[in-house]
């Protein structure tokens, strides 16, 4: 079976793809044939549109527009750009208020600077991501990505019942949603339900758009081989996390629990030792105190790993 996606106004191809299985499995097939080619093709017009808007000025922009920049913002960099992912949101929503994702994009750059960073302003970014996450829900509660940041807030703010409900009713809404099959999948591994978690990761490796970087399922895997004690599997995945560039604090954080319960002590203090450079400030018990769904498995093991690294 072919699939072709165009471009009717310029007359060009933008993704094609084949597919083939046997005649007989054809039914069965359906399902998965159809949440890849709409995870495929929802990632191929965002690419084709945004490729298009680069050479118009700021302010022409639409708010569509507006948040998939502000998004790149957040997640191009070796330090995400709150200020420049801030700017794109806010210009969204002044071109449309109505339009949710933009406002689950602003409690998306709250939520990062929460978790990833680690300045005192934590009463005020704690409240700015309450306010948006919120709206943001109450504009579109059937887009999956909305759904999925009111979780994440409803993460930071220590509201867990509330997580797990939303996270289940975006994957509900969006089935083919990569990004959402892996933030279910983290709180599943990190809370300790790991045979649930391995289920929505495979899912997202199996349809893997070019837009989801391979961070988010290495993440995942990691945090469901260190609960299931597998050292060797782990470090696996952490090697190829660390083969990526830029890696960020959540990576370093993670990497190091890997490499020390398989006994890779130089690797995990090499990890620990760029934390030290890079992120001066940035301790592990500020890491575990945000990871509100972190099981007393997972917890009492990272306790560990930073009181070996002097990181506690």
């Known amino acids: 079976m072919s699939i ?4 009717t106004d310029e007359g060009a191809v933008i993704w094609r793809d084949r597919l083939s299985i046997p005649l007989g499995d054809i039914h069965q097939a359906r399902e998965e044939f159809v ?7 929802h990632h191929h017009i965002e690419r084709s549109e945004l490729n298009r808007a680069r050479i118009q000025v700021p302010e022409s922009l639409s708010a569509w527009h507006g948040f998939h920049f502000g998004m790149q913002r957040l997640m ?13 949101f806010s210009n969204a929503i002044d071109a449309d ?34 306010r948006t996450s919120r709206l943001a829900y109450e504009l579109d509660p059937s887009d999956p ?33 990569t990004h959402v099959r892996c933030e279910i999948g983290r709180v599943l591994a990190i809370g300790g339900h790991v045979d649930e978690a391995q289920a929505h990761v495979d899912v997202a490796d199996e349809l893997h758009p070019l837009d989801l970087s391979p961070r988010q399922p290495l993440l995942v895997h990691i945090y469901i081989q260190l609960v299931r004690e597998n050292g060797p599997q782990a470090s696996k995945y952490a090697d190829r996390l660390m083969s990526l560039p830029a890696p960020t604090i959540y990576t370093l954080f993670s990497v190091i629990a890997a490499y020390h319960l398989n006994g890779e ?9 760029e934390i030290k450079r890079r992120f001066p400030g940035m301790t592990g018990t500020r890491f575990i105190a945000v ?3 972190f099981g007393d498995q997972l917890a009492g093991l990272f306790r560990e790993v930073f009181a070996a690294h002097d990181l506690h």
Do not use: H
Not at 76 to 88: L, M, V
Not at 148 to 166: F, G, I, N, Q, W
């Open 291 to 293: 990871q509100q769904m």
């Open 265 to 273: 002590y130089a690797k995990a203090a090499a990890s620990a030792a």
């Open 4 to 7: 072709e996606l165009s471009d």
């Open 35 to 41: 949440q890849r080619i709409a995870s495929a093709i």
């Open 97 to 130: 208020p109505s339009y949710a994702r933009a406002n689950a994009g602003l409690a998306t750059m709250y939520i990062w600077s929460f978790f990833f960073s680690w300045e005192e302003d934590l009463k005020s970014r704690l409240a700015a991501m309450d």
């Open 145 to 177: 990505f909305c759904v999925m940041t009111s979780a994440r807030a409803d993460m930071a703010l220590a509201r867990p019942a509330e997580v797990m409900d939303k996270l289940n009713r975006a994957v509900e809404l969006g089935p083919s949603d």
């Open 76 to 88: 191009w960099n070796r330090r995400p750009d709150y200020e420049g992912a801030r700017n794109y």
